[in-house]
């Protein structure tokens, strides 16, 4: 599967998990590209907690549970429809979970290129964790990004000392099919947007010529169309 | 090549850049790649801003220039003369800058995920950020990413507009050669972590098995060597 494959394919997954366990030989697969991701002066800053333990899990299922509630009473009634549809975690439907955790002070205070923006140690940890998706991918493996939670508590149940930041907690499974459209589109919650609206010359907001917008709305197209 | 090949070969590169100039179409396949990440709720908060405009890119190289000198001071002796031999960006030795950006108000407040976790816009841009590397990977061409900065000032020069964040400032060109080792461990600034040391089990630094720990390091080494 090459890169545009991959990418094309990936999805945030929650509904289409299959129960088959992920043989530790694959997940070393997977881990190993998170750990190639690049980082902010190579400080490395991530670390994987692989969670299989029933227990643990169902704590931070509740946790989902009750910010789901919060999210859908702000909500209008044709909103909270869709939303009612909505699977928005599969913390126990999938066989592993993966939380990545950022350590902010690894190798000191001077990482080059740290010093003028530090949340560049956070873009470090999501690029592994882009990485670690479309490995997934490659593997048959659908990755769902739980972030419908309080952080602080999960951080609690997992132990996760004061200093070290939780940046993203993962389900991972065989899934049945890496289906074409996102759910969030399927189910009317939202659309994609234009290629050519996003892209601009030079300076914010300045369009590129028609030739060139029509261009990139064609060859996203043809990729996310060559599946 | 598969997404282990471009995850292996991607490099963050400053000095190797060729002068050959991006087909559009290239460009094109490029920026697909990044708006098929995966983003909170489908709110795809990025916008791209391509630079070739010289008298811009001039600019921005000269904040750079301030902050390299700012951290050079910081620094003992001994790194500082590893530190005067790294080329911290590529800005005028590269064909195509890009700028990328996030709009967090983009389709208005009750983004799904993001009511709990409004850092999710920024992941979401990281994540497209991930995807551009790795498709230019596939496409021989490297990327620096370029971090050495004050933010506020290359939102001025690019006109980003306030409620906008600048997320990444990337430098884009052929390259002779995407190097094996990453520039900052060949001149001795830092090094490789081991993989299994970053791998926990269930909760935060409890570690998995001897026989995990081993397979998860020689997987490491096996992907990262058949090059």
Known sequence: MNVYEAIRKRRDIRSYYKPDPIPDEVLARILSAAHLAPSVGYSQPWNFIIIKNIEIRKKIKQLVEEERKRFENVLDEERKAIFSKIKVEAILDSPVNI???YDPNRFGPNILGRSTMPETSLYSTILAIGNLWLAATEEGIGVGFVSFFN?????EILKIPKEIELVGYLTLGYVREFPKIPELEEKGWNKRLTLSDLVFEDVFGKKPSDKFRL???RTFEKIFNNF
Chains 1, 2 share one sequence.
């Open 99 to 101: 939380a990545v955790t």
């Open 215 to 217: 261009l990139l709305d």
């Open 151 to 155: 952080k602080e508590k999960v951080k």
